[in-house]
């Protein structure tokens, strides 16, 4: 009974002081947007680009949604045409569970959901949105 007690606190410890290294991690969120094409004709161009939201530890990339956009613009109006997503886990306790896109007017959208797990017990949930959005002159934020 003693050594049965011992290892279920063994354990216990071992889980406990590993969440609490796992939520004092100070995760970051930055995004870069990256042109894929670009073609232009007299009345319309097109441009297809994607933007990536990473949730970072210090320079560990955990994991990242990307939304690909196709838009066309003409100088006084833009839209989107085409969007979709990709979502990746670059760390074993993390895993995306859900990842989905639309589009509206001259937007572009795509939202993941990541889970943090430890020894199987979710212990952190992060949901991100990202919004790419074309101006009528072409111009991606």
Known sequence: MKKLLLSLSLCLTFIFCDISHVQA????????????????SRATSTKTAKKTGYYANGSTVLWSVTVTGTFTYNGSTSKCTSSSVS??????????????S?????TAKATATAKCYLNN???DTK???????????GKLS
């Open 25 to 40: 991690e100070e995760l970051y969120y930055k995004e870069v947007i990256e042109v894929i094409d670009e073609s232009s």
């Open 127 to 137: 949901t991100k949105t990202v919004t790419l959005t074309c101006s009528a002159s």
């Open 102 to 106: 639309s589009k509206s007017g001259s």
């Open 121 to 123: 017990l979710v212990i």
């Open 87 to 100: 979502a990746s886990s670059n760390d074993s306790r993390w895993r995306i569970i859900s990842k989905s």
